[in-house]
Structure formats: structure tokens, C-alpha cells
């Protein structure tokens, strides 16, 4: 077996993955570490343990390092699969790119103005508020159909810190969000329209108001107020004079760039194709071991692993308590996105806004704003629960022609204009099964605080053992915490 | 909270007693380099966010070159929050671990998104590493 540090120091250094029992050398007095799972928290743990001075192994299932920073390079717009928006607080991404060299430059994905299709019928947003179709009640009228479950949530975020989600002050939000909104006397009507794009069931409204408390955090750093929301959906992102960055940045050449960097830094030490199955830490070592048959010592192990998948291997002296319940029963949630371009601006023919929000199949297509280097405006159609799993069960190219067919349908100016390039949902993705964890009802009091405790030798980490940030900031708040334990052990 | 009560008008006597009450154990430990080799090992903890020379480069917070003994908020080309900016001392190892153990309850509405270190003596070793820049 070779290792990128005896490939640098030469024949001297001890292999990473001595054998069970073989004799511990001179650098075997420092730890050594495997780290499970090549998205961006496995990457970042063990940058920061081989920037000390141990040795790690990142062992990866699939044959493509980042999990969820995934951009598509075969398709023409290159489209990002997964994370792509970099806030201008993500310290760690920040500074992690600047390490590697990596550009951060503005974001061009600005939303086109949204209408709304609901029971059948179109609305534009500047005539929702006195719409028939509107039903809810008093001020609630005034938020966009697209947006009633997030602005809601907002509304009723007792949170201030970023880690008070976690104070048991907070106990009494770890609820559904159909019980938050009856508990505050939602409107019937306002409910509904929540329920389109988010679990009203199966999502704990305290895990949601979590990220809505980071993301003001993020509007306010610096001592700059919070934008108006001046359209559905989102900012219009900007740059302000005298920044460095604009509130929503993404990697220059794609997302990927940046796992794919981590690796490069990381060299042999990180393995695709390597999917764990336990890790078995009954000995005196921990060791771990793959479905290929190979097997891997170390002295301590990191899970980089979602949890939803952390559930299939097994882990020796079993996990016990509110740990074993996190593994086995937290909540996931999926996304499903699709990409295009708009051939022609079918508006124009319908008098509609581009972007449209749906409570039928489609639930939201995106028209984004032309780049200044393209002719054309890019489109998405974004899933997220329940509307994501509902497409997720057909394959690619059925979900693609369903989609192209019932666009057409409810707005028949669309037809022939949009063209397809790619699609992909996240529960489908077996080696991670959904786009992010979803606290349900009464797991943040169950068992967020003691999920992350390490088990024996088993660290944790991944975005789902967050304390405060979000995205692609939270897998690398994760990875540091992670590696910083096994620091603080070694 | 004792340390918020004691800010604004009463804080220069304020000050004074709480670093007398901790000195003994801070005089020993803070000029400790095995200890400080150990705190600049957990600055890990700290790196994405904080230069420790003047150029902040990238980086979100402000640079931490010679900040213990350093009035709070006092770089000209930051922007700290109005929470911090309206404190009155200077850093030394009682308030640098008061901030480290949790910034938020130290100086509530602070912008340092850290959730803290629990433990007493690597926040220890942190403090013998930063009196080092
Ligand atoms: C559609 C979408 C959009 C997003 N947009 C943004 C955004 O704009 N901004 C943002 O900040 N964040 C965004 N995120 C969130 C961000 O992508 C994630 O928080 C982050 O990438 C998670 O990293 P992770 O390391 O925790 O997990 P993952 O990236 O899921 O890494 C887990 C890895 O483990 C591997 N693995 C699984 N099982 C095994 C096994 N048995 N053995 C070995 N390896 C295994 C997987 O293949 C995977 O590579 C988005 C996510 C999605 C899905």
C-alpha cells in the first residue's frame, strides 16, 4: 500500500494501514486516521489532520469525490447538480479557496419574476394580493404563494444565536410545521400553501429555523442591513463597492473544483471506489473494513458519512441510546432539479411572469436572468418534497418527457421552447439518498446533542452534525470539529 | 453575566478586579511555550477566520497580531459589530477566555459565528498561543 506521505518522505516512513498486529514504527507513534466518505466534511477533516501531521486515508464509495458539489461537466451549461452558492460569511469555504487557489466570482442565477398556477389557474405576482384565488387572510395575503412557508417560518424564528436551536429554551419549536402554523393561528388557506414545497409533517420547523437564524446572520454581517426581497424567491444578488465578495459567490469553472482540489492536495490518501461497510472497533485498533474485502487500521475513525446511509454499515461495540436512534431514524429530504435553456421568451406570448410556482407536478420552474456572455436564458425546474420524491419514482428520460409534457400542458406558450439538457435527484443517489438530513418532529430534543458525542474511536461529522452553519459551511464546520476531537485525543 | 454589569462606567475598577481575581493561575500559564505549542495546534479552530499576521486577506474576521493586551475592537479597517465595538477593555486571559468559552454570552450580538471551546485547558493553551503573536 503506498501513502502520500511515504511517496514524500520516502521508504522511511511507516505504511498508513499496517496490518492488524503489525509492529508500530517510529511514525506510528502519531495517529493515524481513515477518514469514511469523500464529500466536502471528509475532505476538509482530513486536510486538517494531514495539515498536523497525521496520517490519514479518506476511503470514498463512489468513483467521484465531493458528494453533494457535483457539476455536471459533460452538459453544455454545466449545470451544478448540487451546492454551488457560496454566502459571503462561509468563512471556511472562503478561506479554503483562497488556499487552493480557487476563484470565488459573482453568482449569475438571478430569478425572473414568479407567477403562480394554482387549482388551474394563472396569477401574476403583482395581482396575488387581491386575487381570488388568494384565500388566506389579512397580512398573510401579502406573501408570494411561492414563499408562505418560508417567510412564515421566519416570522415565527424565536432564534437569535446560531447554536440556540440546541438550547433546550427552544424545546417547544421542535415540532411539525403544520403544528407551528395551527399553534400561531395560520390561515387554512396560508397552510396549504406552505404544504407545497415543504413537509408539513415530517419536518421539525426548530432544524428549519436554524438555517433561517444562519442565513440572517449572514445578511446582517458587516453591519449591512437585510435586502428587501424585491421578487419571489431570493435576493437579487449584488456586490457591494468596497467588498471583496458579493453576497452570493460561486467557484470559478464549477463547484467540483474545490473537492477536486481538497484531493489533489490529499493525493493517495483518498480512494474512490472504496465503499465501507463496518467499522469494528472492538480491538485495539479500529478497523475498517470495505465490501472489495479490503480492510484498513487506524487509531481513530471519522463517519463523513450521511446518516442515511451511515445505517447500512455496521459499526462494533454497537451504537447505543439517542446516538443509534440519530443514525437510524433521522429524517432526509430530497431536491430534484432540472436544466435548460429558453429557446424563445414564451412570456412575451402569454403575458405571464418566466418563472412560474405550481401546486400541480412541476411545483417551480426558475427562468434566471441572461448571463452577459449568452444569448439565451437558462431555466430550472426545482423539486423539493413532497414534489421531489413524487418524480424521483419515474427514470431520467420519463421524468424528462413528464416534465416537458405537463409544462406545455398548463402553459402552452412554453411549447417547443424550452430545451432539456440534464436532471438529477438526490434520493436517487444511493450512496447518499437525499439532498440534506431533515430533523422530523421531536428528534432535535431526542438526540441533535448527543449525535455527535464520538463513539469509542468514531468521530462524526458531515453537515448533518452541525452546530451552527449551513450548506457547504456546515460540512466544513463538521470536518474541523472532527478533526479538531481527534487533536485534542492524539 | 457578572462581566456585562460591570462594563460602561464602572468598568476601569471592574476590570481591575476581575483580572486580579484570575492572575495567579494566568501568570503561570500563559508563558508556558509547551503550552503554547499546544495552542497553536488548536488554532485550527481559529485559521479560517483569523490572520495572524496584519493581512487579513480573505478572511472574515480581524487579524489577531498582537491582541492580547489589545483594546477590543480597535482595528481601523474592520467592521465589527455594534455589540463589540460598544465594549470597553482590553483583552486579556480572563476576558479571552470568557470570549472563547462562548463569545455569544460574553458580548451577546458579537458577529463571531464560533460556538466555543468547552474545555478549560485548551482554552488555556489557545491564550498562551495568541500571547505569542
Ligand atoms: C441540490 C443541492 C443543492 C445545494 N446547494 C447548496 C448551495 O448552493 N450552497 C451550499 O452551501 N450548500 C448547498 N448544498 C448543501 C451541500 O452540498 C452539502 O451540505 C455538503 O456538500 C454536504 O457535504 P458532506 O460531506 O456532509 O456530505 P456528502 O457530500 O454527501 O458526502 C458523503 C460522501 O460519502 C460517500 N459515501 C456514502 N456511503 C459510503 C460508504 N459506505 N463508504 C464510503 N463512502 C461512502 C458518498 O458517496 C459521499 O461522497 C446543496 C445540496 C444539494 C443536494
Known amino acids: 500500500m503506498v501513502t502520500r506521505r511515504n511517496l514524500i518522505k520516502g521508504a522511511a516512513a511507516v505504511p498508513l494501514l499496517s496490518t492488524l498486529g503489525a509492529p508500530l514504527l517510529k511514525a506510528a507513534e502519531r495517529s493515524s486516521v481513515i477518514v469514511v466518505g469523500g464529500g466536502l466534511s471528509g475532505l476538509y477533516s482530513a486536510l486538517l489532520l494531514a495539515d498536523a501531521g497525521l496520517d490519514v486515508t479518506v476511503l470514498e464509495a463512489s468513483q467521484r469525490i ?23 460569511t462561509y468563512a471556511r469555504v472562503i478561506n479554503l479557496c483562497s488556499r487552493l487557489d480557487l476563484k470565488l466570482i459573482p453568482e449569475h442565477r438571478n430569478l425572473m419574476p414568479m407567477s403562480s398556477y394554482l387549482e388551474q389557474n394563472w396569477v401574476r405576482s403583482d395581482q396575488w394580493a387581491d386575487s381570488p384565488l388568494n384565500r388566506m387572510v389579512g397580512d398573510e395575503r401579502k406573501m408570494q404563494p411561492a414563499l408562505v412557508g418560508s417567510q412564515l417560518l421566519s416570522k415565527f424564528n424565536p432564534l437569535q444565536n446560531l447554536d440556540d436551536w440546541l438550547n433546550p429554551k427552544f424545546a417547544d419549536y421542535d415540532v411539525s410545521i403544520l403544528e407551528l402554523m395551527q ?39 458587516g453591519n449591512q442591513e437585510v435586502e428587501e426581497i424585491d421578487r419571489p424567491y431570493g435576493f437579487a444578488n449584488r456586490k457591494l463597492e468596497g467588498e471583496s465578495l458579493a453576497r452570493i459567490n460561486n467557484i470559478e469553472g464549477g463547484c467540483s473544483r474545490m ?33 472489495d474485502g479490503s480492510r484498513y487500521t487506524a487509531d481513530f475513525v471519522i463517519s463523513a458519512l450521511p446518516f442515511s446511509v451511515l445505517r447500512n454499515v455496521s459499526i462494533y461495540p454497537l451504537l447505543q441510546g439517542p446516538q443509534a436512534d440519530a443514525v437510524h431514524k433521522i429524517g432526509y429530504a430530497g431536491t430534484t432539479r432540472a436544466f435548460g435553456f429558453i429557446e424563445e421568451p414564451y412570456w412575451e406570448q402569454d403575458g405571464f411572469e418566466p418563472s412560474f410556482f405550481t401546486d400541480g407536478t412541476i411545483h417551480m420552474l426558475w427562468a434566471l436572468e441572461k448571463r452577459p456572455d449568452e444569448d439565451k436564458h437558462r431555466f430550472m425546474v426545482v423539486f423539493t418534497e413532497p414534489a421531489a420524491s413524487r418524480i424521483d419514482q419515474f427514470p431520467k428520460d420519463q421524468a424528462l418527457a413528464l416534465m416537458e409534457s405537463e409544462i406545455a400542458r398548463i402553459r402552452p406558450s412554453t411549447k417547443g421552447k424550452l430545451r432539456f439538457l440534464d436532471m438529477y435527484g438526490w434520493s436517487n443517489n444511493t450512496f447518499i439518498r437525499g439532498c440534506r438530513h431533515m430533523f422530523k418532529p421531536g428528534q432535535i430534543n431526542a438526540f441533535a446533542r448527543e449525535m455527535i458525542v464520538p463513539h469509542e474511536r468514531l468521530h462524526f461529522a458531515g453537515e448533518h452534525t452541525r452546530r451552527s452553519d449551513f450548506g457547504m459551511e456546515s460540512a466544513l464546520e463538521s470536518g474541523e470539529r472532527a478533526a479538531f476531537e481527534i487533536i485534542g485525543r492524539a | 453575566m457578572r462581566i456585562r454589569t460591570m462594563r460602561g462606567k464602572l468598568g476601569g475598577v471592574g476590570l481591575l478586579a476581575l483580572s486580579l481575581a484570575g492572575a495567579a493561575s494566568w501568570a503561570q500559564a500563559e508563558d508556558d511555550p509547551a503550552l503554547a505549542a499546544k495552542g497553536k495546534q488548536f488554532f485550527m479552530l481559529c485559521q479560517s477566520c483569523h490572520a495572524i499576521d496584519d493581512s487579513s486577506g480573505m478572511r472574515i474576521g480581524p487579524h489577531l497580531k498582537g491582541v492580547y493586551g489589545r483594546p477590543v475592537a480597535a482595528l481601523d479597517d474592520f467592521s465589527y459589530s455594534a455589540a463589540l465595538r460598544e465594549q470597553d477593555f482590553a483583552w486579556d486571559g480572563e476576558k479571552l477566555d470568557a470570549w472563547l468559552k462562548r463569545p455569544y454570552d460574553l458580548v451577546p450580538g458579537s458577529s463571531m459565528s464560533f460556538a466555543g471551546v468547552a474545555s478549560e485547558d485548551m482554552r488555556k493553551a489557545l491564550i498562551a498561543y495568541l500571547k505569542t503573536l
Not at chain 1, 458528494?67 to 449545470?79: A, F, I, L, N, S
Not at chain 1, 438555517?211 to 446572520?217: C, N
Open chain 1, 183 to 221: 399553534r400561531n393561528n395560520v390561515s387554512p388557506a396560508a397552510i396549504r400553501l406552505a404544504g407545497i414545497g415543504n413537509d408539513l409533517y415530517g419536518s421539525s420547523a426548530l432544524g428549519l429555523m436554524q438555517e433561517k437564524t444562519r442565513g440572517l446572520f449572514d445578511a446582517r454581517f
Open chain 1, 259 to 291: 473537492p477536486e482540489a481538497m484531493a489533489a492536495a490529499l493525493g493517495d490518501s483518498v480512494q474512490t471506489g472504496k465503499m465501507v461497510r463496518a467499522i469494528d472497533m472492538s480491538g485495539d485498533r479500529a478497523e475498517v473494513r470495505c465490501v
Open chain 1, 66 to 88: 465531493g458528494g453533494r458539489v457535483y457539476t455536471r461537466d459533460g452538459v453544455e451549461t454545466r449545470p451544478e447538480f448540487g451546492a454551488s452558492q457560496i454566502g459571503r
